[in-house]
C-alpha cells in the first residue's frame, strides 16, 4: 500500500511510483470518482484531444438526416 498526508490546505502529494504507474505528469488532470458510500476512486482525466483516432477511420460519411434518424429509432424503444 502507498499512503500520503494531506495538509493543513488540503493537499496531498501523489507517491513517485502511483505517478508513474498512472502516466501523470505535471499539469496532469487528475479525477475523484466516488464508487460506494465512503469510497472514491482516483485517476488522471484522459484529454478528449487524445481519443482522435482511438476507433480508426470512418468506414462511410453518416448524414444528418441518418443520425437524426437513428435516435428517433433508438428513442422509440424506451430504453
Given at each position: ?34 464508487v460506494a458510500e465512503g469510497r472514491w476512486e ?33 428513442g422509440s424503444k424506451g430504453g
Amino acid at each position: 500500500m502507498v499512503a500520503a498526508t494531506m495538509t493543513s490546505k488540503g493537499q496531498i502529494t501523489v507517491p513517485a511510483a502511483v505517478r508513474k504507474e498512472m502516466g501523470a505528469k505535471e499539469g496532469t488532470r487528475i479525477e475523484f470518482v466516488k464508487v460506494a458510500e465512503g469510497r472514491w476512486e482516483m485517476r488522471s482525466a484522459l484529454p478528449v484531444s487524445r481519443l482522435r483516432g482511438m476507433l480508426g477511420p470512418a468506414e462511410r460519411t453518416v448524414t444528418i438526416d441518418e443520425m437524426n434518424d437513428a435516435i428517433a429509432q433508438d428513442g422509440s424503444k424506451g430504453g
